[in-house]
T-cell receptor, first 109, second 113 residues
Framework: SQQGEEDPQALSIQEGENATMNCSYK?????LQWYRQNSGRGLVHLIL?????REKHSGRLRVTLDTSKKSSSLLITASRAADTASYFC?????????FGEGTQLTVNP | GAGVSQSPSNKVTEKGKDVELRCDPI?????LYWYRQSLGQGLEFLIY????????KSGLPSDRFSAERTGGSVSTLTIQRTQQEDSAVYLC???????????FGNGTRLTVT
C-alpha cells in the first residue's frame, strides 16, 4: 500500500484562486517531499520539509507538516493555468522514497 | 548541467520478448531509483540502489524483472518474457544522497502487444 495518500484525487479551480492539496502518511518520516508531474513527463521536485519543520515557503508554494496527525498540505496561491499538473507527496520510510497516488489539479483560464 | 537520461523514450515489443531499459543518472548521485507508473496512477516503487550497498529489490513484481547498476553509475532494468500487464511508463530517478530530492528522467513508455 502507498505510504502517502493525497486528497482530493482531483481539483478544478479558476485562475487566480488558491489550491490546497493534502497528504496523509502512515509511519514516522525523516522528511516529506512534494513533486509535480506534467502530462507525459517525469516528476519535478518542488519542496522538501523536514520532520522538525512545521512550515516552509517557496515562491507561491506553502507547505505545512503536522507530524502528530501524520499529514501535510501544499498550498499554491494565485494559481495560473500553467500550474495544471499532477501533484504527489513522497515520504522516506526506511530507505525508500514512496509516493502517493497524486492530486490532478486543473486551473481554468 | 545534464539531467537524468533514459533510453529509449518509447519501446513497443511483442509479448514474450525481453526488453532492456537504460538510465544515465546525474554524475555524482549515489542513489538511483526505478519506478513504474500506469496511466493516471501513482508511482510504484521497483528497486533502489544506494552507493555500494546491496540494492533494495523488494518492489520488483516478479522474477522476470531485474536491474543492475554498473560502476555506481548507469543502470539497466531488464524485463524478461514481457507480458501485456508490463505496459507502463518506467521512470528512473537519482539523488545526491538517500534523503535528498530526486531528479527524474522523462521515462520509457513500454507497450507490450
Amino acid at each position: 500500500s502507498q505510504q502517502g495518500e493525497e486528497d482530493p484525487q482531483a481539483l478544478s479551480i479558476q485562475e487566480g484562486e488558491n489550491a490546497t492539496m493534502n497528504c496523509s502518511y502512515k509511519t514516522s518520516i525523516n522528511n516529506l517531499q512534494w513533486y509535480r508531474q506534467n502530462s507525459g513527463r517525469g516528476l519535478v521536485h518542488l519542496i522538501l520539509i523536514r520532520s522538525n519543520e512545521r512550515e516552509k515557503h517557496s515562491g507561491r508554494l506553502r507547505v505545512t507538516l503536522d507530524t502528530s496527525k501524520k499529514s501535510s498540505s501544499l498550498l499554491i496561491t494565485a494559481s495560473r493555468a500553467a500550474d495544471t499538473a499532477s501533484y504527489f507527496c513522497a515520504t522516506i520510510s526506511g530507505s525508500r522514497l514512496t509516493f502517493g497516488e497524486g492530486t490532478q489539479l486543473t486551473v481554468n483560464p | 548541467g545534464a539531467g537524468v537520461s533514459q533510453s529509449p523514450s518509447n519501446k513497443v515489443t511483442e509479448k514474450g520478448k525481453d526488453v532492456e531499459l537504460r538510465c544515465d543518472p546525474i554524475s555524482g548521485h549515489t542513489a538511483l531509483y526505478w519506478y513504474r507508473q500506469s496511466l493516471g496512477q501513482g508511482l510504484e516503487f521497483l528497486i533502489y540502489f544506494q552507493g555500494n550497498s546491496a540494492p533494495d529489490k523488494s518492489g520488483l513484481p516478479s522474477d522476470r524483472f531485474s536491474a543492475e547498476r554498473t560502476g555506481g553509475s548507469v543502470s539497466t532494468l531488464t524485463i524478461q518474457r514481457t507480458q501485456q500487464e508490463d505496459s507502463a511508463v518506467y521512470l528512473c530517478a537519482s539523488s545526491l544522497a538517500w534523503d535528498s530530492p530526486l531528479h527524474f528522467g522523462n521515462g520509457t513508455r513500454l507497450t507490450v502487444t
